[in-house]
Antibody, heavy 118, light 109 residues
Framework: QVHLQESGPGLMKPSETLSLTCTVS????????WSWIRQSPGKGLEWLGYIFYNGDTYYSPSLKSRITISLDTPQKQFSLQLRSVTAADTAVYYCARVSVVYRWFDPWGQGTLVTVSS | QTVVTQEPSLTVSPGGTVTLTCASN?????????PTWFQQRPGQVPRSLIY???NKHSWTPARFSGSLLGGKAALTLSGVLPEDEADYYC?????????FGGGTKLTVL
């Protein structure tokens, strides 16, 4: 059973760089995409981007200038960096696995709340 | 900018049938958009119900079904139960990029 767990700081200041890590347990990272999704308080879901196990990355156009997703296969982790955060980046951040063939998003991590406040 | 539009809210009676839809501002939704549907109950992590238009996971109740309908993606719930009250999100693929719909709040009343 594959399990994903996000980790990172819960509180940040504006203009800082958000760094989150998702640790994968119980399965291989090969032949999957590894995705980041967020949900602002009381709002809907937003796909941020994903990375293929070979390192290819795909980002939401609205965040492309600020986002980097990277992969550490030996550690079975993938990471999100979001630069120059503002209060609008306050959200629960989820990581999820994406099937290459069927394009399903499962499983998801439990999510981690990141608050951006001065 | 690609926008995916869902009904903001719908209400259904227990035992009834309801169809949620998702439209794309780029045109008709096709199987190439890999329409995906998620359920999110309050305080919970979203859970995938339907992927690639009409495929169910092992945990997806039989009363949920996905389809393409009139140029949109559709999620139909037949024989609705009180536990189906939740937010439902669709997700579409656009050649390397995914876009969520704004979500539908389904009330069972």
């Amino acid at each position: 059973q594959v399990h994903l767990q996000e980790s990172g700081p819960g509180l940040m200041k504006p203009s800082e760089t958000l760094s989150l890590t998702c640790t994968v347990s119980g399965g291989s990272m090969s032949n999957f995409y590894w995705s980041w999704i967020r949900q602002s308080p009381g709002k809907g879901l937003e796909w941020l981007g994903y990375i293929f196990y070979n390192g290819d990355t795909y980002y939401s156009p609205s965040l492309k200038s600020r986002i980097t997703i990277s992969l550490d296969t030996p550690q079975k982790q993938f990471s999100l960096q979001l630069r120059s955060v503002t209060a609008a980046d306050t959200a629960v951040y989820y990581c999820a696995r994406v099937s290459v063939v069927y394009r399903w998003f499962d499983p998801w991590g439990q999510g981690t709340l990141v608050t951006v406040s001065s | 900018q690609t926008v995916v539009t869902q009904e903001p809210s719908l209400t259904v009676s227990p035992g009834g049938t309801v169809t949620l839809t998702c439209a794309s501002n780029t045109g008709a939704v096709t199987s190439g958009n890999y329409p995906t549907w998620f359920q999110q109950r309050p305080g919970q992590v979203p859970r995938s119900l339907i992927y690639s238009t009409n495929n169910k996971h092992s945990w997806t109740p039989a009363r949920f079904s996905g389809s393409l309908l009139g140029g949109k993606a559709a999620l139909t719930l037949s024989g609705v139960l009180p536990e189906d009250e939740a937010d439902y999100y669709c997700l579409f693929y656009y050649g390397g990029v995914w876009v969520f719909g704004g979500g539908t709040k389904l009330t069972v009343l």
